[in-house]
């Protein structure tokens, strides 16, 4: 929203906020929009019809390749081995158990090899594709964590309201909640928002600019990608 000021007017008027509530609350309300998609809630409740799962997984493995290479961007520029280690915990895990999901879900709901490899783009998948390739020629780390933050942060929040109550099938959304809800993730997003609340801090007044675009371009494509799942002249 236009109307949120630059940071240092955020911060006088919401005494003790953080830089990452400042980029929230410009983010809306495309970020109270994704957070409350139906296919979040639908997720949540183990109710999302195959055909639309078919369509999110698709378009989202193409985003996972891209994001692949924007958290190895961001290991690049991060300032030390400290701020490098969770961004290769997390790496790990991409590479491994969240792929392997993909795989187990392709294979249960009948994807074929190549819609998994090379399926046409929606609007959204495309849009994230540009903005991860721009966020990460960047060499400035805090515009990776935007982007990074955006994508992590978004799904923490719709997703770990149900960790304790999401059905136990289909796993393909009961295994996409407990991804997105698990303490390691939490625990890993509170460390993503850290960073770049010390890296915005640093930041000029251009630096600010160029992070909140980055930031609130991601929260509009987190929405409109949720937006695409329901599209039904994408293939499925
Ligand atoms: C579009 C999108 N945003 C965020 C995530 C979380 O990693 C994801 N898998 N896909």
Redesign the pocket.
């Known amino acids: 929203m236009s109307e949120v000021p630059d940071w240092p007017e955020f911060r006088a008027a919401h005494p003790g906020a953080a830089p990452t509530e400042w980029l929230r609350a410009a983010a809306e309300p495309d970020w109270s929009a994704a957070v409350g998609h139906r296919f979040a809630l639908d997720c949540n409740a183990g109710r999302v019809p195959e055909t639309v799962m078919r369509r999110y997984l698709v378009q989202?493995y193409q985003?996972?390749g891209a994001?692949c290479a924007l958290l190895g961007r961001a290991i690049h520029t991060a300032p030390d081995l400290p701020s490098r280690l969770p961004l290769g915990r997390f790496m790990g895990l991409l590479c491994s158990e969240e792929n392997t999901f993909f795989v187990r879900a392709f294979d249960a709901l009948g994807v074929s090899e190549a819609l998994r490899r090379d399926p046409p783009l929606s609007d959204a998948a495309r849009g994230?594709r540009a903005l991860m390739v721009e966020a990460a020629e960047s060499a400035v780390h805090a515009d990776q964590l935007a982007v990074l933050c955006v994508?992590?942060w978004?799904?923490l929040s719709w997703a770990r309201p149900a960790r304790a109550t999401r059905p136990p099938q289909p796993f393909w959304c009961a295994e996409w909640v407990d991804l997105?809800a698990s303490p390691y993730f939490e625990s890993f997003v509170r460390g993503l928002r850290a960073a770049l609340d010390r890296e915005v801090i640093a930041l000029d007044a251009a630096g600010r600019a160029r992070v909140r675009a980055l930031f609130t371009r991601a929260a509009t494509l987190?929405r409109a990608?949720f937006d695409s799942a329901y599209d039904e002249t994408l293939p499925a």
Do not use: G, K, N
């Open positions: 989202d985003f996972i994001f994230f994508a992590e978004v799904y997105h987190e990608f």
